[in-house]
Structures are given as structure tokens and as C-alpha cells.
């Protein structure tokens, strides 16, 4: 991409492909959330590219179907290891900066916006009353008590 040029809207799949590859390399690489990938799950990425690209397509453009259950394998990770308010702060923080590095415009705010709704929802349906938005683990590295803030819900 040239770093001058005006970065364009996320449009379609093929768009997607690339800011999910890029997004779930970084994901998988990174300290805090990676090892649920790598050692927990054993998340293979090619099988898991797909499905979720459908995800994505349907959440934003309508134009893929996804009927599988996006929140048994979550519940199944917290089982074994919390997944944290910090934890659902990084997924969010390198989702915002994988579509900020390759995209602008309303697809790509709706991108992060949806991002965050469903990170919060995910955070807020496996804490239950115990979802911490402050105190030792409310923080994060995107405080998620600022996305809910930012959240009409
Ligand atoms: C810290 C936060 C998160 C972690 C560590 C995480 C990790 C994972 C893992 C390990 C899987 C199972 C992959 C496999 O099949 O091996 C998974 C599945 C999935 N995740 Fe997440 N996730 C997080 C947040 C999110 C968020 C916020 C979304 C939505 C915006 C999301 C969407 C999905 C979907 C749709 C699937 C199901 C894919 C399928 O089997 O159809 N995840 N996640």
C-alpha cells in the first residue's frame, strides 16, 4: 500500500481476507491473547480463516451465511482460563489497529464499532456479575470501560 495515497473503505471479501490474516497473525503472535489461540484451542488458521471471514462478511455486508455458534468455543476457553476484561481490551486494540493500518471509511468504522460491541457483549455474557470494568483486571491496554462508554447499550 502506498503510505501516501488515501487508504480505502473495507469493500468486500477480499478485503477481509487480508485485514483477517493480518489481524489473526498478530493475534496469534501476541503475549497476552495469543497462547488462547496456540495452547488452549490449537487454533489451525486456515481452518479457522474462513469461517471467520463469513462471519465478518455477514455481520457487515450481508452477503455470506454464518450459522455456526460463536460462543460455545469462548465459553470453552474461559473455562480453562479466564478470558479476562484485559484480555477482550487487547482484542480490541489490535483489531482497531489492523483496520486503521489498511482501511478508512464507514465499513471500516463499523468494523470497530461492531468489534467492540462484541467483545463487550462476549466479556459481559461469560463474567456475568462478575465483569470487572474496574479494579485489578478492568484495565486492559484499551480500557474496556471505555468502549462501553463509548457503547449505546
Ligand atoms: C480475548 C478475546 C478473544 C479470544 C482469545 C478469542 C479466541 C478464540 C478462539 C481460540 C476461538 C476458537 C478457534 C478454533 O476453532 O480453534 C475463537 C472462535 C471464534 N471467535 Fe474469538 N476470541 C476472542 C474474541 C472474539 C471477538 C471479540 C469476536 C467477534 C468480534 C470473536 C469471534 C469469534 C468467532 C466468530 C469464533 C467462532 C469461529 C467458528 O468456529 O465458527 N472472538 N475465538
Redesign the pocket.
Known amino acids: 500500500m502506498n503510505h501516501f495515497a488515501a487508504a480505502d473503505d473495507i469493500s468486500g471479501r477480499a478485503d477481509l481476507d487480508v485485514v483477517l490474516r493480518r489481524f489473526y497473525t498478530a493475534?496469534f503472535a501476541d503475549p497476552?491473547?495469543g497462547p488462547?489461540?496456540t495452547e488452549?484451542?490449537?487454533?489451525?488458521l486456515e481452518?479457522?480463516l474462513p469461517?471467520?471471514t463469513?462471519?465478518?462478511e455477514r455481520?457487515l455486508f450481508r452477503s455470506a451465511e454464518?450459522r455456526?455458534?460463536?460462543f460455545?468455543?469462548?465459553a470453552?476457553?474461559h473455562s480453562v482460563r479466564s478470558?479476562t476484561a484485559a484480555?477482550?481490551g487487547?482484542?480490541?486494540q489490535l483489531?482497531h489497529a489492523t483496520i486503521d493500518g489498511l482501511h478508512r471509511g464507514p465499513n471500516a468504522e463499523r468494523a470497530k464499532a461492531?468489534?467492540e460491541r462484541?467483545?463487550l457483549a462476549?466479556h459481559k455474557r461469560l463474567a456475568g456479575d462478575g465483569a470487572a470494568m474496574d479494579g485489578e483486571d478492568g484495565l486492559g491496554f484499551v480500557p474496556l470501560a471505555a468502549v462501553e462508554l463509548r457503547s449505546v447499550a
Open positions: 493475534a497476552a491473547i488462547f489461540f488452549i484451542a490449537g487454533t489451525d481452518v479457522h469461517r471467520i463469513d462471519f465478518w455481520a454464518y455456526r455458534d460463536a460455545g468455543p469462548h470453552a476457553l478470558l484480555d477482550f487487547r482484542w480490541v483489531w461492531q468489534g462484541i467483545a462476549l
